[in-house]
């Protein structure tokens, strides 16, 4: 294996471990105990502070703030936008769910690095609170696994709070629904001038495979793979999938 090829790997492994972490503290997906929806204009008194929706963000007890998450006592107070705006409740003290997350071991074979085909578009694309959230398609990423040309759409989200340069795939494969969660994303990173990473053993699960209290982006059907992605983050421990 290569020197690029061992940092990446002891990379995604250090992730691993940070995430898995992360997972079992105050402000993890499983800390989540409640969901505000909070439409653009309006107001919500939650635990000692006032929160305003606004279209390009939220005003917290009359200052300007973009999505962030809010101190609030025993409680943390996620603000997420998303061009539908919510507070997530977060606690720390509450029982969590006995989930942990789980790996495929990490293949060099499935991390790629290729050039963006440019196809820029407005779309919408589909959300687990039912609700269309928009989003700029910058073009496609083609690749092959197992000899088979699959292409995948590269989005941005127009929402408060998305960096401008990001790119990331929402995508489905011949192990979703059973070795992995119905869907995984997995975040581009830029290698050189056109060029791109996309390194499936960094594909994650959304927050929504932890908690229902999330709002998370679908595939759109072009990111519908009907090969099998053995890379990246596999179904958590815990939930037995459906047969």
Known sequence: MSTELERARDEAERSREEHRAWLRGPSSYLAAVARHDLPIGGTLRLEGHVIEALRGGFRVDGEP???????????????SHQNAPAVVVLDAEAPKADLAPDWFPYDPAFRYVVALEEDLADVAIGSTRERD??????GWFVFAVGGVTCRLAALRLREPGTPPDALELYFSDATSGHETYRMRYLDVVVQSAGRYVVDFNRAYNPACVFSPHYNCPIPPPENRLS????????MPKGINPPH
């Not at 703030?65 to 603000?79: F, K």
């Not at 959230?133 to 910058?138: E, G, I, V």
């Open 133 to 138: 959230r928009a989003a700029t398609r910058a």
């Open 227 to 234: 090969v099998a992605i053995r890379a990246g983050e596999r």
């Open 65 to 79: 703030s973009g999505p962030r998450t809010v101190e609030a006592g025993r409680y943390r107070l996620r603000l």
